[in-house]
């Protein structure tokens, strides 16, 4: 009998494994969250810079973590295939159900949304939902072109991605005088530092959100066991820098 069964093609590497690391993590909360962070601490820098370290610490830590699950199981699926091969295949079924019709497409509809209403400062405003709209297409068509295409995308955009933010970086240490403090004060009068931090890594820790996405595409690439646990410890190793150096040059 003829063995219809599809094998995924093993053709990413790791420089589109880290580039889908840094890819699915840096985005709006970059952007979004260093006001609702410095506003929390009372509209001074300590703690914020902070919690910048102390969140990207533990997220590398985790990413350790999430690194040898990977290599003790290289399956594609990512979170769902970990918690079925531990938990066994009902958990890992919820877990991929409750991906596949809440989680991602509310994620996919909040970024495009962000995206479209972005770009209405150059196409304007009656024109966001249209944009959203095509921006998911545009995602769909480049991910039903297969991994390589896929992948390759991934890598432009976030390249794309990373120059603005360097850009950012660059010119605001020019720009700036240096003179703005970044460490002291540490928090504002009468606030609970304790609360505020655990506060402030919730925010960080949204702006940290979805590198374990890279576990999903574990089966399409060559070298798994050894590529994966570098791309996720030296992904989330590169945000954690992005992430503290912008916020150096923001303040």
Known sequence: ?????????????????????????????????PQAIYTATGGVPGLGMIAWLITGLVCIAAAMTFAEVAIMIPKTGGMVAYLEEAFGR????????????????????????AFAQQAALFVGDGLILPVAIVAIIIVIILNGLGSAVGGGAQVVFTVCKLIPLILLMVFGFIKGSGDNPIFSPMIGPDLNPAVVLGQLMIAVLFAFEGWTNVGAIAGEMKNPGKDLPVAIVGGVSIIMAVYFVINLAYL
């Open 1 to 33: 009998m003829e063995n219809n069964k599809q094998e995924l093609k093993k053709n990413l590497g790791i420089s589109t494994a880290m580039a889908t690391v840094v890819g699915c993590v840096i985005g709006s909360g970059v952007f979004l969250k």
């Open 90 to 113: 009902k958990v890992g079924f919820l877990a991929g159900w409750m991906q596949t019709i809440l989680f991602y497409p509310a994620m996919i509809a909040a970024l495009s949304v």
